[in-house]
């Protein structure tokens, strides 16, 4: 007869060691798959580094402005502090004028009330009691009067000067945080390219290779017409510049930025206009109606108005994309049309 015995029970010590095993197993494999996670997919990526170049440039675009404004501040005040230092020199030479008829008031004698105020300790407060002595002479008067005037516009000229150059600074700290932040998404979105596999990163250059092959091959420009032999002027310039590389901030004559494009365009063309997107967006008539633009015409996109573009023809515009890519021909419905600009 077979026997029936029960298996026996595994030690306590045993169940111990396999209970720690399982856990250590299922904590080794919790970590590998946070320490591997899933590749993520070309398109995600995509997605994402459209979005941060795209807010790179509205920080571009923010920077040329505040680059521009720095410049004509920086102008304003050295013309300020030009304007102080002739207004002191001309201070200086009335009060040398009146020191002369002091001495002279001295030698002969006595000095006039009025210009022992103006020697006196404390000459910021004179000129306000001269004005108050029946001793004065005629001629003592309009030369402490002129001395008044001068040292008011001095006063005044020195205020302008100090609250300029404090603007200075303001758009110095603006300027460095926007080129700081165009960096840190130009950086973030390496980092989300570098998070790719080196096939993905292959495959998303084939893709972008041959999506502009494509744009360029079915480029069809036709007959169309500038709007004016400026526009034209401007145009053919723009095209002078095709496969030049994108660079924020840059006018040229290397590099450049989607405004700093059109901005070189059209002073090839005998015509200044604004330095960015948003400002060119107000430099000429609005058209908006795209089947209306003509050849020449800056075409304004998103509604922030933080990227444009040259009409070419066609429903195609010439532009500076973005970093990375060169100076090109783009179909006007890849992006957001707003309107467009007739200059002149």
Same mark, same amino acid.
């Given at each position: 007869?077979?026997?029936?015995?029960?298996?026996?029970?595994?030690?306590?010590?045993?169940?111990?060691?396999?209970?720690?095993?399982?856990?250590?197993?299922?904590?080794?494999?919790?970590?590998?798959?946070?320490?591997?996670?899933?590749?993520?997919?070309?398109?995600?990526?995509?997605?994402?580094?459209?979005? @941060?170049?795209?807010?790179?440039?509205?920080? !571009? *675009?923010?920077?040329?402005?505040? #680059? $521009?404004?720095?410049?004509? =501040?920086? +102008?304003?005040?050295?013309?300020?502090?030009?304007?102080?230092?002739?207004?002191?020199?001309?201070?200086?030479?009335?009060?040398?004028?009146?020191?002369?008829?002091?001495?002279?008031?001295?030698?002969?004698?006595?000095?006039?009330?009025?210009?022992?105020?103006?020697?006196?300790?404390?000459?910021?407060?004179?000129?306000?009691?001269?004005?108050?002595?029946?001793?004065?002479?005629?001629?003592?008067?309009?030369?402490?009067?002129?001395?008044?005037?001068?040292?008011?516009?001095?006063?005044?000229?020195?205020?302008?000067?100090?609250?300029? @150059?404090?603007?200075?600074?303001?758009?110095? !700290? *603006?300027?460095?945080?926007?080129? #700081? $932040?165009?960096?840190?998404? =130009?950086? +973030?979105?390496?980092?989300?390219?570098?998070?790719?596999?080196?096939?993905?990163?292959?495959?998303?250059?084939?893709?972008?290779?041959?999506?502009?092959?494509?744009?360029?091959?079915?480029?069809?420009?036709?007959?169309?017409?500038?709007?004016?032999?400026?526009?034209?002027?401007?145009?053919?310039?723009?095209?002078?510049?095709?496969?030049?590389?994108?660079?924020?901030?840059?006018?040229?004559?290397?590099?450049?930025?989607?405004?700093?494009?059109?901005?070189?365009?059209?002073?090839?063309?005998?015509?200044?206009?604004?330095?960015?997107?948003?400002?060119?967006?107000?430099?000429?008539?609005?058209?908006?109606?795209?089947?209306?633009? $003509?050849?020449?015409?800056?075409?304004?996109?998103?509604?922030?108005?933080?990227?444009?573009?040259?009409?070419?023809?066609?429903?195609?515009?010439?532009?500076?994309?973005?970093?990375?890519?060169?100076?090109?021909?783009?179909?006007?419905?890849?992006?957001?049309?707003?309107?467009?600009?007739?200059?002149?």
């Amino acid at each position: 007869m077979a026997s029936h015995r029960r298996p026996k029970p595994a030690s306590r010590t045993r169940v111990t060691v396999l209970t720690a095993t399982a856990a250590a197993a299922v904590a080794l494999s919790s970590q590998a798959a946070q320490a591997a996670p899933a590749k993520e997919s070309i398109k995600d990526a995509k997605a994402k580094v459209d979005a @941060l170049y795209s807010q790179a440039e509205v920080a !571009t *675009e923010q920077y040329d402005a505040a #680059n $521009e404004k720095l410049g004509t =501040l920086q +102008k304003e005040a050295s013309n300020l502090q030009d304007q102080v230092a002739r207004q002191q020199e001309k201070l200086n030479s009335l009060r040398d004028g009146i020191g002369v008829i002091a001495a002279s008031q001295y030698r002969s004698g006595g000095i006039d009330p009025s210009l022992q105020l103006f020697l006196s300790s404390n000459p910021d407060s004179y000129l306000d009691q001269a004005t108050s002595l029946d001793q004065i002479s005629s001629l003592q008067a309009g030369a402490l009067t002129q001395l008044q005037d001068a040292k008011r516009t001095l006063d005044q000229e020195r205020a302008e000067a100090t609250a300029k @150059l404090a603007e200075v600074q303001t758009t110095h !700290t *603006e300027l460095t945080k926007k080129k #700081n $932040e165009t960096k840190q998404k =130009l950086a +973030k979105a390496q980092t989300v390219l570098n998070g790719l596999t080196e096939a993905q990163r292959e495959q998303m250059a084939e893709d972008n290779a041959a999506a502009a092959n494509r744009a360029s091959s079915q480029v069809d420009l036709g007959n169309a017409k500038a709007s004016s032999a400026t526009a034209e002027a401007a145009y053919k310039a723009a095209v002078g510049k095709l496969d030049h590389p994108y660079g924020y901030g840059d006018e040229g004559p290397t590099y450049y930025d989607c405004s700093g494009l059109m901005q070189y365009a059209y002073a090839q063309a005998g015509v200044s206009i604004p330095r960015t997107s948003e400002e060119q967006a107000n430099a000429g008539t609005r058209i908006y109606s795209a089947s209306q633009l $003509e050849v020449g015409d800056l075409v304004i996109f998103y509604g922030d108005y933080h990227h444009v573009g040259m009409y070419a023809g066609h429903g195609q515009v010439i532009h500076a994309p973005r970093t990375g890519e060169n100076v090109k021909y783009e179909a006007m419905s890849d992006m957001p049309f707003q309107f467009g600009v007739r200059i002149g």
